[in-house]
């Protein structure tokens, strides 16, 4: 699968952003998704991961209640939907893909995933 995330900008302490990422191919059913970001400096860390379905979702902590990941297997896409942004998720975005189940377990670590997007720069203003 080829991965492609758009969505990306400059905005304001409290203001909203909202991430897609679109993946190419007839399997996206099959694979579990999840956003990482890296800070300048900083490791890439995880966001969010949604299971294949999206019956289930996952976040870092000091983004729950603020951020939302949603997919829809119809349309081949992932959105991540950021609210109430702080400076502090000023960072590239990356979304990510796998389709090993046995991997799930794994969500929150970069080396899970197999797939990888491109990146898209949020800068968020104090």
């Known amino acids: 699968v080829q991965l492609q995330a758009s969505g990306g900008g400059l905005v304001q302490a409290g203001g909203s952003l909202r991430l897609s990422c679109a993946a190419s191919?007839?399997?996206?059913?099959?694979?579990?998704m999840g956003w990482f970001r890296q800070a300048p400096g900083k490791e890439r860390e995880f966001v969010a991961a949604?299971?294949?379905?999206?019956?289930?979702?996952y976040y870092l902590d000091s983004v729950k209640g603020r951020f939302t990941i949603s997919r829809d297997n119809a349309k081949n896409t992932m959105d991540l939907q950021m609210n109430s942004l702080e400076p502090e998720d000023t960072a590239v975005y990356y979304c990510?893909?796998?389709?090993?189940?046995?991997?799930?377990?794994?969500?929150?670590?970069?080396?899970?995933?197999?797939?990888w997007g491109q990146g898209t720069q949020v800068t968020v203003s104090s």
């Open positions: 949604i299971s294949w379905s999206g019956g289930s979702t």
């Open positions: 990510a893909a796998d389709r090993d189940a046995v991997n799930w377990p794994r969500f929150r670590q970069m080396t899970t995933y197999d797939y």
């Open positions: 191919g007839r399997t996206f059913s099959s694979y579990f």
